[in-house]
């Protein structure tokens, strides 16, 4: 079966003779780099062979050309790490217009996305990470944005509108290339960052306006949210054709997400068990959440970017147990 139609029949909640799979983690000392980025998603993809291919910027390309200073935070996971933030005071906030796509960051990833697109030739279904935008103005003012929500309303209403209208310009294009479809991350969806109420008022209602924006422009949209004590509920109605968290370290289980909510889920196995677990350790897992989806509606991927560090034979048996067992099999395990 074509991978693309796999994960329809996936998004479809059809029971499937072998369960889809994807992995995906940053390259960081490419992030600069368009074509040399391209190459390594090109590389990463075929060797994994993975069903849906999620294409990973770096975690700041939505605010390196706005003055963001951007490091590497090589503590446990590497991720692209904002040094200085590019707004430091409420009055900086003013000074945000929206950049234009066909320059910059996302010029480089057009040029990315296209260099894979040759590559691959159509074989893998592609979904470029788009970051919410309340995410963004936590990557532009750091943890300062809470106090900003709560003082000039406002002015973050103003710039929240300016970078949904970014986006959205941004997927339009994305979906003119031929872009199947967005990974939609949020990183301010936890309990521990923000209360119900803020998260409902500057991040629910432009996720919403954002995605009902684009909804129709693009084949299928995956949200991702980020974090431990998160805000599930939230995201349930949202458009989406399946959601991503990081099950087993946060609440619901996949069974609890199924049950309650009908949820498609792209997850399963924790990061850190690719990264230093066994491959019984992840054989586990992956069962686990086979079982809990009853066997459909369930692609397995990672919570969450996977560590460089991770040992290139781990992710292979990921791909080799899902290619070798059908999902009867795995069930009778």
Not at 221 to 231: F, K, S, T, W, Y
Not at 267 to 280: A, F, M, P, V, Y
Request: hydrophobic share 40%; glycine share 4%.
């Amino acid at each position: 079966m074509e991978k693309i139609k796999k994960i329809f029949s996936s998004f479809r909640n059809e029971r499937l003779k072998y369960i889809p799979f994807s992995l995906w983690m940053h390259h960081l000392e490419y992030d600069d780099d368009p074509i040399a980025l391209a190459e390594k998603e090109v590389e990463f993809a075929l060797k994994y062979d993975v069903d849906i291919l999620k294409l990973n910027p770096s975690g700041a390309y939505t605010v390196r050309d706005r003055g963001a200073v951007i490091d590497v935070d090589k503590n446990r996971i590497p991720v692209a790490k904002i040094k200085t933030p590019a707004i430091l005071s409420q009055e900086d906030w003013k000074k945000i217009t929206k950049l234009p796509i066909d320059k910059g960051a996302y010029r480089d990833r057009i040029l990315c996305i296209d260099y894979i697109q040759k590559e691959l030739d159509g074989v893998f279904p592609m979904m470029e990470t788009i970051f919410s935008p309340l995410t963004t103005l936590k990557k532009l003012r750091g943890d300062e944005i809470v106090k900003d929500l709560l003082e000039i309303p406002k002015i973050i209403d103003d710039v929240l509108s300016i970078i949904v209208d970014e986006t959205s310009e941004y997927i339009e294009a994305l979906s003119n290339q031929g872009v199947d479809g967005i990974f939609f991350a949020t990183q301010v969806a936890t309990y521990d960052f923000i209360d119900k109420k803020l998260h409902e008022r500057f991040g629910v209602k432009y996720d919403r306006e954002l995605l009902d924006k684009v909804k129709d422009k693009i084949k299928f949209i995956v949200i991702h949210i980020h974090g431990e004590n998160i805000m599930f509920e939230h995201f349930t109605d949202y458009p989406h054709n399946a959601l991503s968290w990081h099950v087993n370290l946060t609440k619901p289980s996949i069974r609890e997400a199924k049950q309650k909510y009908g949820t498609i889920a792209l997850c399963g196995i924790n990061r850190e068990t690719l990264w230093r677990g066994s491959k019984d350790d992840i054989k586990a897992e992956i069962i686990k959440a086979v079982k809990e989806a009853e066997g459909k509606g369930v692609i397995i991927g990672p919570g969450c970017t996977i560590p460089p560090a991770a040992p290139e034979k781990n992710l292979l048996f990921v791909k080799e147990f899902l290619r070798n067992y059908t999902t009867d099999e795995i069930l009778r395990m």
